[in-house]
Structures are given as structure tokens and as C-alpha cells.
């Protein structure tokens, strides 16, 4: 039996990158002293903050809820709420939803469901039958950020948390150094600078690995919707995904020195790539021209017109 390093009891795991084995208590503990600190670094807090965290029901963004809760919620002044996208795909979400109420209802949190349906007048799953250029992920990326963003602002959130992990950060950046949009990589989230109709996001788990949040959830008996997306295998982050585990497997600590590097650039990057100046689309939502994203995608597909409610 191997002992934890802090306190010689039962250890449940090895972190490989940091050499550390860890018992129950000392692995949530290293979890949520990192959580802690993003925390620290990306929102200053006044008194005033109204957090929306948004949340898919799935292991990631349940993490995400309870850390906000438990870091931040006993703080005067500020109100966290859950915010919901159902995307609209058979099978998939609605057996999510009832899962992130519950723990809604457990932490005593407000809880918003936003649908394509009502945001977009479609769903998911209307869109993948439509003939299309971009793959059904590239469409759902879109309209799932643009709802996240309608519906915090509209409930008035001054931060939209996500249940971002160390490998979606690794690979969002490694995504774009290879497409060579270096403009992107440096509009990549947590967002420092507020823009105008938009909710700035903040990613409390980014240096967290997805295995360990995958543990601390299964450690604190997180109640999480564990199926995969039927339209997952479809994205191209999948390419990514498998040469940063291949990467990780051979060299401990790619994807933290992966991070590492591009918060040393993101100074320089945000010198050289000043915000977008934003107009307001037919829709309501902000813009670089004269439609947003959503719209644009929207609008590009076959068949009977797409729009807005």
C-alpha cells in the first residue's frame, strides 16, 4: 500500500507531473488551493459580483459549481447562480438537466435553462440534418457560447465561470498555434478586458487535469451526467486531444508548461491585438460586423430559413 507523502495515510493517487502520492483529504485539498488561487487571479471582488456558472450537468462544470460555491459563496454581496444550455440533442441533455438542478437545490443555487429552441428557433440536432460546410461541433460551439452569453447577461452576471480544464486550455491553445490564428490565441479566455455586451469568462479549473477533477468528483460523491455527446466524434479537438495525452503519457507536465507559456505571452499577445470593436447584430447580440457568429452560421445553412424567435 503506498502512503500519502503529507501524512502517511492511504494514498488514492499518484500525480505523476508533481511526483506527490496524496491521500483523500491532502488530493482535495491540492484541488481546491489551485482552484483557490485562479480565483485570486481572475476576478477582483468588490462586494458587488453576481457569478453565472455555466453548467452542462457533466463531471467539469459540477466541479465547477461546488468549488464556486464553497470558495465564494459564504462572501457578502455576491450571488452565484447555474445556467443551463440545452442545445436540443435527442437523448443527450435532458437527462442532464434534471442532474444539475439537484445539485442546484443542494447547494441552494438559482438554476436558468437556456434552449437553442428559444434562443435560436432550432435545435442541435436540426442542425446536423442541415447540409452544412462546418462540422455539427463547430455550429454548436457557436450557438452554445452566444446562449451562455445571452443568458448570464440577462440575468445580470458581472463573470460567467465555465468548467474549462487544464486539457481544454492546452488544447484550445495548441488548436490555434497550429492554425496559426495567432488573434484568437490572444482573445482566449479568462478575460481580463470587459467588452460591451459581453459577459467576461473566467475558468476556475484551467490548471486543474481532467482526471483529478474526474477524482474529486468521485471523492466528494459529485452526482454528474457522464454520457457523451453523440455528435462528439465529430471534432476536430479529438486530433488535439490524443497527441496532448500521447504528449502527457511520455513527458509529465506537457500540459502544464503548455499554460504556462502562453500566460507569459498573453501580455504581449493582448499589446498587439487590441479588443474588437463591436457593433450590435439584428439579434441583439454583439459583433465584429454587421451579424454575429451565430447568425452568420445560421443563415448559412440549407433549407428553410433559420432565425431568431
Excluded at 71 to 96: F, N, P, V
Excluded at 105 to 134: I, N, P
Excluded at 231 to 256: C, F, I, S
Amino acid at each position: 500500500m503506498t502512503s500519502c507523502d503529507k501524512c502517511g495515510q492511504k494514498s488514492i493517487v499518484f500525480i505523476r507531473y508533481s511526483g506527490a502520492h496524496l491521500c483523500r483529504n491532502h488530493f482535495c485539498e491540492f484541488v481546491e488551493k489551485r482552484v483557490k488561487h485562479e480565483f485570486r487571479r481572475q476576478v477582483t471582488l468588490t462586494g458587488n459580483e453576481k457569478i453565472a456558472v455555466a453548467v452542462s450537468g457533466g463531471k467539469d462544470s459540477t466541479v465547477a459549481l461546488h468549488l464556486t460555491a464553497k470558495i465564494l459563496g459564504a462572501r457578502k454581496g455576491l450571488e452565484i447562480s447555474a445556467i443551463t444550455i440545452d442545445e436540443g440533442i435527442a437523448g443527450y441533455r435532458a437527462s442532464s438537466i434534471p442532474i444539475v438542478k439537484r445539485n442546484c437545490d443542494l447547494l441552494g443555487l438559482g438554476h436558468t435553462v437556456m434552449s437553442f429552441e428559444m434562443a435560436f428557433g432550432t435545435t442541435m440536432d436540426k442542425v446536423a440534418a442541415q447540409s452544412r460546410d462546418l462540422s455539427t461541433c463547430s455550429y454548436c460551439g457557436v450557438l452554445r457560447r452566444a446562449a451562455m452569453n445571452r443568458a448570464a447577461r440577462d440575468w445580470g452576471a458581472t463573470h460567467l465561470a465555465t468548467g474549462l480544464n487544464l486539457d481544454d486550455s492546452a488544447q484550445s491553445i495548441l488548436m490555434n498555434f497550429m492554425r496559426g490564428d495567432v488573434e484568437r490565441l490572444a482573445r482566449l479566455g479568462p478575460h481580463r478586458r470587459v467588452q460591451p455586451g459581453l459577459v467576461p469568462r473566467i475558468q476556475p479549473l484551467r490548471t486543474i487535469p481532467e482526471n483529478e477533477t474526474t477524482l474529486y468528483a468521485m471523492v466528494k460523491g459529485y452526482e454528474y451526467h457522464d454520457l457523451e455527446c453523440p455528435y462528439a466524434p465529430e471534432a476536430l479537438r479529438n486530433d488535439y486531444r490524443n497527441v496532448l495525452a500521447q504528449l502527457e503519457d511520455k513527458h509529465p507536465g506537457t500540459r502544464h508548461a503548455i499554460l504556462r507559456s502562453y500566460d507569459e505571452m498573453q501580455p504581449a499577445l493582448e499589446k498587439c491585438y487590441a479588443p474588437a470593436t463591436l457593433t450590435k447584430c439584428a439579434c441583439g447580440e454583439p459583433a465584429i460586423s454587421d451579424k454575429c457568429k451565430a447568425c452568420e452560421l445560421l443563415e448559412a445553412l440549407s433549407g428553410p430559413s433559420m432565425r431568431r424567435p
